[in-house]
């Protein structure tokens, strides 16, 4: 069902985030004594999610295979916690999923017909490889959730989910470490989940030569519309669930702008990248725009476009214009900014229309169903950031103010692990064969004849299998390695991007470690806030009531379609008694109520529904109030009741706003500001009371709740 939205004649409303109120003047046509006008009250539309879309984006360069196999470990973890049925322990409201998808795709977007990362371009499409996890199914797997192939993979039920996670973390697995080693995660899955037009090639005609490609004056070209990730972007993502994202890489995003001459820190070769002005390099390392007007501003031009400063004859020292290192403080050392600016991404999981790659605004595919807004969405980073900094006692913690200072801050109050260097770090030990100098990183590295970034944590490997480390008597000078040549912990280099675009996410976005002995917490971290968004309904402020036990508000339901033969009195029945009343009639309605009791006539013309991106009036169909969508889906459309001492009796209403195993015949709805019926995510929003279902009145999956609440 596409979202609706409800709306009163006469009065109009803003966007409302999650699970907040927003407060409007407006006059009321009719009805009303006083000054002519009241405030109104209206939250979001509340429906019960039960879909939650998992993608996962794998980090497939090398050195990434440990990290592979422990997260493919862990998300069966993820899956099971997200379908425990077991009810929310103090609202007793339900908080699992019923339906879930599970995709993943890589890093590796090629470098743009570069001869870098020639044919390791996955170009964001659904994994696994060819050939890959065919022993887990009855038949070859083409991704985790495939029903064209294989409907065994779904979870549509408990006697599911086993092979799902099986399935699962053998999808991760067939990623391997044999991808592009410029990993460009936030890319991909913007080209995955976003993008209003994903190309189907970008590439600049390039000639090999012996000194590198030689691209010459020829800007990069992005042809086409990538048909087939579309319809695996369909098949995934439903415009009802709950996305979740997580994003597994030990190295900073390098996620490069397919445009103009972007292929330069691919193609040109190594020590013969042009420098930027003596006045770039020393510009803060957040400062990545899109456009080089924000450098030039400040002083700072590439030699490439003006090569009069001092720093354009300056060669570079051995090793220190490698090709690894051209995503390394692109401004400050080149004096441009190649890649995408950071608000790329933020803006991917805020706004309704993005930038699509035929260079257009366009609609944000993650919004573009009608139902999902910002807070049914969740992105968690399991990137380069040491342990210490972001969990408390081996949990993914909630990061302060000052957290976040000692992790993307200036690098005068950065905590020095995360500070992006080749050299040693003011602050740092020296490895020199005791890492325990250092049980973050094991101290820094000066490795004889070659050029890379400081790490920002190490951790142990698993005993198998071994990897041998290069030079022999790395061990002297590399914390990574052991007497006798074995590779005994991995690292990772600092997040940056990852870390920055996370924390303008704000509660949207977790991060985590991917330097953690497990990914055990973070799954159930996840999980736990995945489950809280599900069940939580959250008021943070409601109208006066006109009695101690009743709120002044009219509360509907939109059905995802018109059940035949029913109207809202014989949705439910159970026990002789309903919630649900045909709008503007007993007993949901009563005199002196904020509409007021009408006949369905009235009622319906006082309604109109948003379906998607049309505003549809409501109408009278036989015994029924529906709206009827541009597809011709009829939708019924019901008024739920309030359970309140003058509708009902003094226990009954007081038995709902108060006792969590509370469930009446028929039941109806409640407005409580009991702390036990609010729930602890709501509390934490600042939530001062609840919208609490009892009974057979329960949000149905595709239904939405509107509460529109005032006085007169």
């Known amino acids: 069902m596409r979202r609706a939205w409800l709306m009163v004649i006469g009065m109009w409303a803003g966007t409302v985030g999650c699970n907040d109120v927003t407060v409007v003047p407006t006059y009321w046509p009719s009805g009303c004594v006083g000054d002519g006008g009241f405030t109104l009250t209206r939250m979001k539309g509340v429906s019960r999610v039960e879909k939650v879309d998992v993608l996962v984006v794998v980090d497939d360069s090398a050195t990434m295979a440990d990290a592979q196999a422990e997260l493919a470990r862990r998300l069966p973890e993820l899956l099971t916690q997200l379908a425990d049925p077991t009810p929310d322990p103090r609202t007793h409201q339900p908080t699992h999923a019923t339906d879930l998808h599970v995709a993943v795709i890589t890093s590796s977007l090629g470098s743009f017909g570069t001869s870098v990362c020639a044919g390791k371009d996955d170009r964001a499409h659904l994994l696994p490889r060819p050939g890959a996890c065919t022993s887990v199914t009855a038949s070859p797997l083409r991704w985790v959730f495939d029903p064209a192939v294989d409907p065994t993979a779904t979870f549509k039920g408990a006697e599911r989910l086993g092979a799902l996670g099986a399935a699962t973390s053998c999808v991760v697995e067939s990623a391997g470490e044999g991808g592009c080693g410029v990993a460009q995660p936030w890319e991909a899955l913007y080209h995955f989940l976003i993008d209003p037009a994903p190309y189907a090639k970008a590439a600049v005609n390039c000639t090999a030569g012996p000194a590198g490609d030689a691209c010459g004056n020829n800007d990069i070209i992005v042809e086409g519309r990538d048909e087939d990730l579309l319809a695996q972007r369909a098949a995934f993502l439903r415009p009802d669930s709950l996305v979740v994202v997580v994003v597994l890489s030990d190295q900073n995003d390098v996620s490069l702008r397919p445009a103009g001459k972007n292929w330069l820190p691919f193609a040109y070769p190594e020590a013969k990248m042009l420098r930027g002005w003596e006045a770039c390099e020393g510009l803060p390392d957040d400062l990545e725009?899109?456009?080089?007007?924000?450098?030039?501003?400040?002083?700072?031009?590439?030699?490439?476009?003006?090569?009069?400063?001092?720093?354009?004859?300056?060669?570079?020292?051995?090793?220190?214009?490698?090709?690894?290192?051209?995503?390394?403080?692109?401004?400050?050392?080149?004096?441009?900014?190649?890649?995408?600016?950071?608000?790329?991404?933020?803006?991917?999981?805020?706004?309704?229309?993005?930038?699509?790659?035929?260079?257009?605004?366009?609609?944000?595919?993650?919004?573009?169903?009608?139902?999902?807004?910002?807070?049914?969405?969740?992105?968690?980073?399991?990137?380069?950031?040491?342990?210490?900094?972001?969990?408390?006692?081996?949990?993914?913690?909630?990061?302060?103010?000052?957290?976040?200072?000692?992790?993307?801050?200036?690098?005068?109050?950065?905590?020095?692990?995360?500070?992006?260097?080749?050299?040693?770090?003011?602050?740092?030990?020296?490895?020199?064969?005791?890492?325990?100098?250092?049980?973050?990183?094991?101290?820094?590295?000066?490795?004889?004849?070659?050029?890379?970034?400081?790490?920002?944590?190490?951790?142990?490997?698993?005993?198998?299998?071994?990897?041998?480390?290069?030079?022999?008597?790395?061990?002297?000078?590399?914390?990574?390695?052991?007497?006798?040549?074995?590779?005994?912990?991995?690292?990772?280099?600092?997040?940056?991007?990852?870390?920055?675009?996370?924390?303008?996410?704000?509660?949207?976005?977790?991060?985590?470690?991917?330097?953690?002995?497990?990914?055990?917490?973070?799954?159930?971290?996840?999980?736990?806030?995945?489950?809280?968004?599900?069940?939580?309904?959250?008021?943070?402020?409601?109208?006066?009531?006109?009695?101690?036990?009743?709120?002044?508000?009219?509360?509907?339901?939109?059905?995802?379609?018109?059940?035949?033969?029913?109207?809202?009195?014989?949705?439910?029945?159970?026990?002789?008694?309903?919630?649900?009343?045909?709008?503007?009639?007993?007993?949901?309605?009563?005199?002196?109520?904020?509409?007021?009791?009408?006949?369905?006539?009235?009622?319906?013309s006082q309604l109109a529904i948003r379906l998607g991106t049309e505003i549809v009036q409501a109408t009278v169909e036989g015994e029924n109030v529906i709206v009827r969508g541009s597809d011709g889906t009829k939708h019924l459309v019901c008024e739920l009741l309030q359970l309140s001492a003058d509708r009902t009796d003094a226990a009954t209403s007081t038995a709902c706003r108060t006792d969590p195993g509370f469930s009446p015949p028929g039941g109806g709805y409640c407005y409580s500001s009991d702390p036990a019926m609010i729930g602890d995510v709501c509390l934490h929003q600042g939530a001062t009371s609840t919208l609490r279902f009892v009974g057979d009145v329960q949000p149905k999956a595709g239904s939405e709740i509107f509460p529109v609440c005032g006085k007169c």
């Open 289 to 604: 725009p899109d456009s080089s007007g924000p450098l030039t501003a400040l002083g700072c031009f590439s030699c490439f476009q003006d090569n009069k400063d001092v720093n354009c004859t300056k060669p570079w020292s051995a090793g220190e214009d490698a090709v690894r290192l051209r995503g390394f403080h692109q401004t400050q050392r080149f004096g441009f900014n190649f890649l995408w600016s950071r608000e790329r991404y933020v803006d991917a999981f805020k706004n309704m229309t993005v930038p699509g790659s035929d260079g257009r605004l366009g609609p944000n595919a993650l919004f573009s169903g009608g139902f999902r807004d910002p807070s049914l969405v969740f992105v968690t980073g399991i990137v380069g950031v040491p342990k210490q900094l972001v969990e408390v006692a081996g949990k993914p913690k909630t990061l302060s103010t000052a957290d976040w200072e000692k992790l993307t801050g200036p690098i005068a109050k950065r905590d020095p692990h995360l500070i992006e260097s080749v050299g040693p770090r003011a602050g740092l030990p020296l490895f020199a064969g005791d890492r325990s100098v250092d049980p973050i990183h094991g101290g820094e590295r000066v490795v004889p004849g070659v050029q890379q970034l400081q790490a920002a944590c190490i951790k142990p490997r698993p005993s198998t299998p071994s990897i041998a480390c290069a030079p022999l008597g790395s061990e002297s000078f590399d914390p990574l390695c052991e007497p006798g040549g074995k590779q005994a912990f991995t690292q990772a280099y600092p997040g940056l991007r990852h870390l920055r675009i996370l924390e303008q996410l704000g509660p949207s976005g977790l991060v985590a470690s991917i330097c953690s002995e497990t990914f055990t917490p973070t799954m159930t971290a996840i999980a736990t806030h995945v489950r809280a968004i599900l069940g939580a309904r959250c008021l943070r402020t409601i109208p006066p009531a006109a009695s101690a036990d009743r709120a002044s508000c009219s509360v509907f339901e939109v059905l995802p379609d018109l059940p035949a033969g029913k109207t809202c009195e014989t949705l439910t029945g159970v026990g002789g008694g309903t919630g649900y009343c045909t709008p503007g009639s007993a007993p949901c309605r009563k005199a002196g109520d904020f509409l007021g009791p009408s006949d369905r006539e009235k009622a319906a």
